[in-house]
T-cell receptor, first 114, second 114 residues
């Protein structure tokens, strides 16, 4: 089972460049999330989606855009990368039914902005 | 707004001993869920245990148990019989009922010594 897959795993950008991180899940989950992880700060929510065609802002949305055109995919875009966006990015998904609401995470994508 | 506090940046424990990782939370929601995740040095996020706010008994999963004290707003993770493979970062998190996203604490790095 693939679960949640993120591509690419590593990327180095120059300031001002753009890029897109792709997240794909094969568990038919309604909810999907993008987090960033920085040392000493845990994981912080960037954007999330409660279903196909919907997106919403999390705690740290500035500088990022997202799209959920297909239920299984959730894309995170950086239009003009900044050094402050150097981080490890995690995608996650969860089931919308009555359960614990456990998040299933991808392996993470390490982004460095020079 | 929800908040998770983990006051122990780092902890040491001897192999085969028990260890408690502290977590306190703050929320105005009457219904919420509390989670613990493990992040080994390889970087993936591994779900360990879940406690619902209305659960009468403390959650247990193998060597992991969650010491839930609702009045004190604490949800400490207890690992019994520590193993070398338990060395990792541990994150406490809380789910809000609306977005179903998780709010994470800053984490505790546990090192198990032989």
């Amino acid at each position: 089972n693939a679960g949640v897959t993120q591509t690419p795993k590593f990327r180095v950008l120059k300031t001002g460049q753009s890029m897109t991180l792709l997240c794909a899940q094969d568990m038919n989950h309604e909810y999907m999330y993008w987090y960033r992880q920085d040392p000493g700060m845990g994981l912080r929510l960037i954007h999330y989606s409660v279903g196909e065609g919907t997106t919403a802002k999390g705690e740290v949305p500035d500088g990022y855009n997202v799209s959920r055109l297909k239920k299984q995919n959730f894309l995170l875009g950086l239009e003009s990368a900044a050094p402050s966006q150097t981080s490890v990015y995690f995608c996650a998904s969860s089931y919308s039914g009555k359960n614990t609401g456990e998040l299933f995470f991808g392996e993470g994508s390490r982004l460095t902005v020079l | 707004a929800q908040k998770i506090t983990q006051t122990q940046p780092g902890m040491f424990v001897q192999e085969k001993e028990a260890v408690t990782l502290d977590c306190t939370y703050d929320t105005s929601d009457p219904s919420y869920g509390l989670f613990w995740y493990k992040q080994p040095s390889s970087g993936e996020m591994i779900f360990l245990i879940y406690q619902g706010s209305y659960d009468q008994q403390n959650a247990t999963e193998g060597r992991y148990s969650l010491n839930f004290q609702k009045a004190r707003k604490s949800a400490n993770l207890v690992i019994s019989a520590s193993q070398l493979g338990d060395s990792a970062m541990y994150f406490c998190a809380m789910r809000d009922t609306g977005r179903r996203a998780l709010t994470f604490g800053s984490g505790t790095r546990l090192q198990v010594q032989p």
